[in-house]
């Protein structure tokens, strides 16, 4: 469970961070560029991490789980770390935004597929834990990096995060072990569960009501400061907000 909750803190809980970030681009280091650009740089995080976590839970079936766990750690920390060398959006967007994406989606999957497997009557406990994790990493990451970028830089808010990434997840893929050996499926996807209609709704609802969900966590620090003219250290609101 500690494992599961380290990874999901530093996976989702960065990308949900993000706007903090997307603050100190569009008002200081790119002005010019476009918002809607920048924001593409977070979307793509959250896009990458659960399309590609659909293929890493696949390989969970096959594959060490510690193996998949220390691979997310170590690319999600050279994305952030790579990142910081970077000059312009577009390669923000292959790094920060695609390559992270990459990597946290086998912190995810990882995080996501093995607490059920260590308990019975507990699991719902011990999985909402584990969740909780995500939450708990967007409301500190939220602080810290803005203290980084106020104190340091942006670029070394980047190092520094991935460098956090690679101390506590990699050790901790030592202990993203699995329980039982899973059964591989005949299918790697399985389209015949949206005949029922329950499932089908739930997905689509899911699916479209997600769609605006990062929005607020995105442009909420820098709407506080352009449009309701605050300070820098409201950009801190999505930390609330993730609470």
Same mark, same amino acid.
């Given at each position: 469970?500690?494992?599961?909750?380290?990874?999901?803190?530093?996976?989702?809980?960065?990308?949900?961070?993000?706007?903090?970030?997307?603050?100190?681009?569009?008002?200081?280091?790119?002005?010019?560029?476009?918002? /809607? $650009?920048?924001?593409?740089?977070?979307? +793509?995080?959250?896009?990458?991490?659960?399309? !590609? =976590?659909? @293929?890493? %839970?696949? #390989?969970?079936?096959?594959?060490?789980?510690?193996?998949?766990?220390?691979?997310?750690?170590?690319?999600?920390?050279?994305?952030?770390?790579?990142? /910081? $060398?970077?000059?312009?959006?577009?390669? +923000?967007?292959?790094?920060?935004?695609?390559? !992270? =994406?990459? @990597?946290? %989606?086998? #912190?995810?999957?990882?995080?996501?597929?093995?607490?059920?497997?260590?308990?019975?009557?507990?699991?719902?406990?011990?999985?909402?834990?584990?969740?909780?994790?995500?939450?708990?990493?967007?409301?500190?990451?939220?602080?810290?990096?803005?203290?980084?970028?106020?104190?340091? %830089?942006?670029?070394?808010?980047?190092?520094?995060?991935?460098?956090?990434?690679?101390?506590?997840?990699?050790?901790?893929?030592?202990?993203?072990?699995?329980?039982?050996?899973?059964?591989?499926?005949?299918?790697?996807?399985?389209?015949?569960?949206?005949?029922?209609?329950?499932?089908?709704?739930?997905?689509?609802?899911?699916?479209?009501?997600?769609?605006?969900?990062?929005?607020?966590?995105?442009?909420?620090?820098?709407?506080?400061?352009?449009?309701?003219?605050?300070?820098?250290?409201?950009?801190?609101?999505?930390?609330?907000?993730?609470?």
């Amino acid at each position: 469970v500690f494992g599961s909750f380290s990874n999901l803190m530093l996976s989702i809980g960065a990308i949900t961070s993000y706007g903090v970030y997307l603050q100190e681009y569009k008002l200081v280091v790119f002005p010019n560029a476009s918002s /809607s $650009f920048l924001s593409w740089i977070g979307t +793509l995080q959250f896009v990458m991490m659960c399309f !590609f =976590g659909i @293929g890493v %839970s696949v #390989l969970c079936e096959r594959v060490d789980t510690r193996i998949l766990s220390g691979i997310g750690a170590l690319v999600s920390a050279l994305a952030l770390i790579i990142a /910081s $060398f970077c000059n312009s959006p577009w390669k +923000l967007l292959i790094t920060q935004g695609i390559m !992270f =994406g990459f @990597g946290a %989606s086998f #912190l995810y999957a990882t995080g996501l597929n093995l607490p059920p497997q260590w308990f019975a009557k507990y699991r719902a406990l011990a999985t909402g834990i584990a969740i909780a994790g995500s939450g708990i990493g967007g409301l500190w990451l939220s602080f810290a990096t803005r203290a980084m970028i106020t104190n340091l %830089s942006w670029k070394w808010a980047l190092r520094i995060t991935g460098l956090v990434i690679i101390g506590v997840c990699g050790p901790n893929s030592l202990l993203m072990r699995t329980r039982v050996k899973p059964v591989r499926r005949e299918k790697i996807i399985d389209l015949s569960i949206l005949r029922d209609k329950r499932f089908a709704l739930l997905f689509f609802g899911a699916l479209f009501g997600l769609g605006g969900f990062f929005i607020p966590y995105f442009f909420m620090p820098s709407y506080a400061v352009i449009v309701l003219e605050k300070s820098d250290s409201w950009g801190t609101l999505i930390a609330v907000k993730n609470k």
